[in-house]
């Protein structure tokens, strides 16, 4: 461990393990403010394969999963007031899908799935999927219900509805400092990180990159398009 002195005399003691949390949040905020100020940004790509058996994950409260219809638009703007209407209805218009979780006749967890190419807003660039892909982003809980499985229990169901319509992989990009979303995502199992997509940008240059990790393919063999 380290010793150190406080302000008021007292000594203080530092483990190796603090140290190494203290170091991480570090890293935390260096990539996040390299991303505030749009100089560096990447994200985890990720891809889970749909044929292999998953858990079964039940959510702790009772709740009904299934794709938003047109009509159910202002129920989510009421679960989702962050979001524009404009926004949701270009969504549902261009045919992306949002599974949507329901309790007690209010959304309280979504997210949306996109098929061909899917546009990755928080680093300004699409990504070409292969016809048996699809890629999932937006995913949010509200507040009040998370920690209750209600983000596992959807994800099944959102693999299950994919499957049975001959798809055979999920894609998807997180925050590397997402632990949140990460810890969902392995109750369900399966998924596997397959590289680092983002960007190095200063003013108008911008340089997109893809990492693939050695054995793994991109999505839709393709990877980023600018």
């Given amino acids: 461990g380290v010793q150190c ?4 005399g007292r000594l203080c003691a530092f483990s190796h393990k603090d140290r190494g949390r203290s170091d991480g949040m570090i890293k935390r905020l ?3 403010g390299l991303a ?6 990447r994200l985890t790509l990720t891809e889970r394969p749909l044929s292999q058996p998953f858990p079964d994950v039940s959510a702790r409260v009772p709740v009904c999963v299934r794709v938003l219809a047109a009509g159910e638009i202002d129920a989510y703007m009421a ?3 962050d979001q524009s209407i404009a926004e949701v209805r270009r969504r549902l218009d261009e045919g992306q899908q949002c599974f949507a979780v329901w309790h007690d006749r209010r959304i309280i967890h979504a997210t949306w799935a996109v098929t061909g190419r899917a546009r990755i ?6 990504l070409a999927l292969a016809p048996d892909e699809f890629y999932s982003y937006d995913a949010f ?5 998370r920690g209750l499985d209600v983000a596992p229990a959807r994800m ?3 693999i299950r509805y994919f499957r049975d319509r001959g798809y055979r992989c999920q894609v998807g990009a997180l925050l590397p400092e997402n632990r949140s979303g990460l810890r969902q995502g392995e109750k369900v199992g399966g998924r ?6 983002g960007y190095v940008g200063l003013g108008p240059w911008r340089h997109v990159f893809s990492r693939i990790e050695r054995g793994a393919s991109p999505p839709g063999r393709a990877g980023l398009a600018p």
């Avoid at 596997?192 to 997509?197: A, L, M, N, P, Q």
């Fill in 36 to 41: 505030r100020a749009r100089l560096y940004r």
């Fill in 141 to 145: 809980t509200s507040p009040a219900f």
């Fill in 5 to 8: 002195w406080s302000g008021d």
């Fill in 79 to 81: 679960f989702r007031p």
């Fill in 192 to 197: 596997r990180h397959i590289g680092v997509i």
């Fill in 30 to 32: 260096w990539f996040r």
């Fill in 121 to 126: 807003e928080y680093l300004s660039t699409e």
């Fill in 156 to 158: 099944l169901e959102m």
